[in-house]
T-cell receptor
Framework: GESVGLHLPTLSVQEGDNSIINCAYS??????FIWYKQESGKGPQFIID?????DKRQGQRVTVLLNKTVKHLSLQIAATQPGDSAVYFC???????????FGKGITLSVRP | NAGVTQTPKFQVLKTGQSMTLQCAQD?????MSWYRQDPGMGLRLIHY???????DQGEVPNGYNVSRSTTEDFPLRLLSAAPSQTSVYFC???????????????FGQGTRLTVV
């Protein structure tokens, strides 16, 4: 079946630098995408979402970009901080239900 | 605000035992789901519900049952536990937005289950 995937399993960045986490999705009919952050021992925490009728959405220090032509989603974190260290998941949703398809996750490690 | 509450947080079962993982949300969300998380596998959908009285299977439903008798509760039952069901289980809920569109899912803190 179609699924969401991530390009890299780990990402190490210097504190203060910008981080870019990429995600490829294969279901061109997906209409809603979410980025989640998961800290050790906790449940996934919502970061930002975007619907398929948008290309870009900004939050506090985070930006999500959606490129429907190549089915690519990215999460940009500005001025990465040690507290940003976690596993990040992209997820896609198709249709009016509660079914999220998650990527395998990428670990972001912030070097002091 | 309680959000999504899962109990228990930890559980050890013997093979063949049955148990119920509890999930409750106080946000009046229509949608609720159960996921399992295994190393290197991300989160996989077990069962989901779009409202009280309605449930459906996800990606990995075998060995699990669910029911949704109320909006608030969505218990997950393991009928006969197997070592392959050792995992971390997450319950999530979300509201049905305008035009029946999906909105962000809120997750509980998880139940770490070990089957020996």
């Amino acid at each position: 079946g179609e699924s969401v995937g991530l390009h890299l399993p780990t990402l190490s960045v210097q504190e203060g630098d910008n981080s870019i986490i990429n995600c490829a999705y294969s279901n061109s009919a997906s209409d809603y995408f979410i980025w989640y952050k998961q800290e050790s021992g906790k449940g996934p925490q919502f970061i930002i979402d975007i619907r398929s009728n948008m290309d870009k959405r900004q939050g506090q220090r985070v930006t999500v970009l959606l490129n429907k032509t190549v089915k690519h989603l990215s999460l940009q974190i500005a001025a990465t901080q040690p507290g940003d260290s976690a596993v990040y998941f992209c997820a896609e949703n198709l249709g009016a239900n509660s079914k999220l398809t998650f990527g395998k996750g990428i670990t972001l490690s912030v070097r002091p | 605000n309680a959000g999504v509450t899962q109990t228990p947080k930890f559980q050890v079962l013997k093979t063949g035992q049955s148990m119920t993982l509890q999930c409750a949300q106080d946000m009046n969300h229509e949608y609720m789901s159960w996921y399992r998380q295994d190393p290197g596998m991300g989160l996989r959908l077990i069962h989901y519900s779009v409202g009280a009285g309605i449930t459906d299977q996800g990606e990995v439903p075998n060995g699990y049952n669910v029911s949704r008798s109320t909006t608030e509760d969505f218990p997950l039952r393991l009928l006969s536990a197997a070592p392959s069901q050792t995992s971390v289980y997450f319950c999530a809920s979300s509201a049905r937005g305008a035009k029946r569109r999906n909105t962000e899912a809120f997750f509980g803190q998880g139940t770490r289950l070990t089957v020996v």
